[in-house]
């Protein structure tokens, strides 16, 4: 595991007071935070990363993230952005230097359009996924975006890190929602990309660098994303398999029968299971037995065909195979909820376990089950008493393998093996075909990783994007990228 940077090793200096004024001048005193106001956001969510910034900025609008990207080139200080400070890599987070400024979007939060006859919404960067799905819902409409974080994320964030979820299945990763963003350039200026339109086949689609790019091309500010017609009926099972390749042939089965009803497929362990049943309020089995895994299950459409019918058809197939053990169908709105409940709270529930060391990775379809069943094997002959947390997004091939430590081990102790378990699992990963970051983006946790998942002339060519937009290498420095300073 890469260590937090430190201010030891960082080539930058820590803020004067005068430059302080001078960017607080720019904002007002009620948008440049306190010592204790900013610490939460200095601490990336597992503490895997602490930061000390030489100022903390929320400004209110485009123009003032603009004076502030402005001022910071100009006397070459670098910038880092964050949103709802949610993300696993910290690529949120600022070095220990102190000499650097953290730009919050907290307070970029306007709805400023929502469309329901073109099916878009504008939205500024600040904006959180709830509110986006919330408001979505209001004009009757779906924003399918869905994340364990989305009451705390923010849009700029999502798109910033491509995020994935339990959509993808059906309507693809944060990159293929989006329409056109507005964006500060590292000099400062704005590009103003908010274009709605579905074609524009007019050279270079430039929203796509800032997208997934951790900001470390300029500051996302708004953006027009993509709605759906809202679900008018939904079906949703709960299925206990026995093994994890009988999963796999359950979502074979689905899709098949489904077509493109199938909007959710996730995957879970009965270890998982547990976790979440033994710490999470308000949960419970949906099923009478234990089985080794289990599949959630759901189908939807903006009209009424018969949903209903088309599980109940593959559930008895499925059971005709030997592929499913039991299953309950959600019956209600809240037992739907209840289902899901279980599959979301398991990144939280996983903490209660003590230390666990995360792999978010994809690997193709037809291999999932194969890679689970390797890599597990690998891991517990690494440790003894390892134990998988594997589970995640079936449909779309990324599985979060994460190994949480043995009963009674020392958590510290553990977690300073994370690179050798890294290396393990991501060399498995490598042999199928996969990638190291399905989701969660690289930030500064598996920067050095990717000269062994990407080429020479790939790293290149991100080296050269990152020089054309940003010479000097301020935004977001050591984020995804080696320096990359003038």
Not at 179 to 192: H, M, S, Y
Not at 298 to 325: K, Y
Request: glycine content about 10%.
């Amino acid at each position: 595991m890469s260590p937090p940077p430190d201010a030891a090793a960082s080539p930058f200096r820590p803020l004067s007071q005068e430059t302080v004024a001078r960017f607080a001048a720019l904002l007002g005193p009620r948008d440049v935070l306190e010592a204790d106001a900013a610490a939460p956001m200095l601490v990336e969510p597992r503490g895997l990363y602490q930061g000390r910034a030489g100022l903390v900025v929320t400004p209110r609008t485009v123009g003032q993230v603009a004076s502030v990207v402005t001022l910071a080139n100009e006397l070459s200080i670098p910038v880092v952005t964050q949103g709802g400070n949610t993300g696993l890599v910290g690529g949120q987070t600022p070095d220990g230097s102190g000499g650097m400024i953290l730009l919050s979007t907290k307070k970029l939060d306007r709805i400023r359009e929502v469309d329901p006859d073109e099916n878009l919404m504008v939205v500024e960067a600040g904006v959180t996924l709830q509110r986006v799905q919330d408001a979505a819902i209001e004009a009757d409409r779906l924003f399918p975006l869905s994340l364990g974080s989305e009451g705390t994320c923010t849009i700029g964030g999502n798109i910033a890190s491509n995020a994935g979820g339990v959509g993808v299945l059906a309507y693809g990763n944060t990159r293929d929602l989006v329409l056109g963003i507005e964006a500060v350039l590292p000099d400062g200026r704005i590009w103003n990309g908010l274009r709605r339109l579905r074609k524009d086949n007019t050279g270079y689609d430039l929203k796509h660098l800032f997208i997934g790019s951790e900001g470390t091309l300029g500051v996302v500010t708004a953006a027009v994303i993509k709605l759906f017609p809202a679900p008018r009926e939904v079906a949703t099972a709960f299925v206990g398999v026995p093994d994890v390749h009988s999963a796999q042939k359950l979502f074979r089965l689905a899709r098949e029968r489904a077509g493109q009803s199938l909007t959710g497929c996730e995957l879970m362990p009965r270890f998982g299971l547990e976790l979440v049943v033994d710490n999470m309020a308000d949960s419970r089995d949906p099923l009478s037995e234990p089985h080794p895994w289990y599949v959630l299950l759901e189908l939807s459409s903006p009209l009424a065909v018969g949903l209903d019918r088309t599980l109940e058809a593959i559930l008895e197939q499925a059971f005709e195979d030997e592929v499913v053990a039991d299953a309950a169908i959600a019956v209600s709105g809240d037992q739907t909820a209840a289902f899901w409940r279980l599959r979301l709270g398991l990144s939280e529930a996983q903490g209660h376990a003590g230390g666990s060391i995360k792999h978010d990775v994809s690997i193709p379809l037809s291999r999932v089950a194969d890679f689970i069943v390797e890599a597990t094997a690998a891991v517990e002959k690494h440790l003894d008493g390892a134990r998988v947390v594997a589970f995640g997004h079936l449909g779309d091939g990324n599985i979060h393998f994460n190994v949480t430590q043995p009963v009674g081990a020392d958590k510290a102790e553990y977690l300073r093996g994370w690179a050798a378990m890294n290396a393990i699992v991501h060399d498995i990963v490598a042999a199928y075909g996969g990638s190291i970051a399905a989701e969660h983006g690289v930030g500064r946790l598996k920067r050095g990783l990717l000269p062994g998942v990407k080429s020479e002339v790939e790293l290149n060519l991100f080296a050269q994007v990152k020089r054309a937009l940003d010479p000097k290498g301020l935004f977001n420095p050591g984020v995804l990228l080696a320096e990359t300073r003038a």
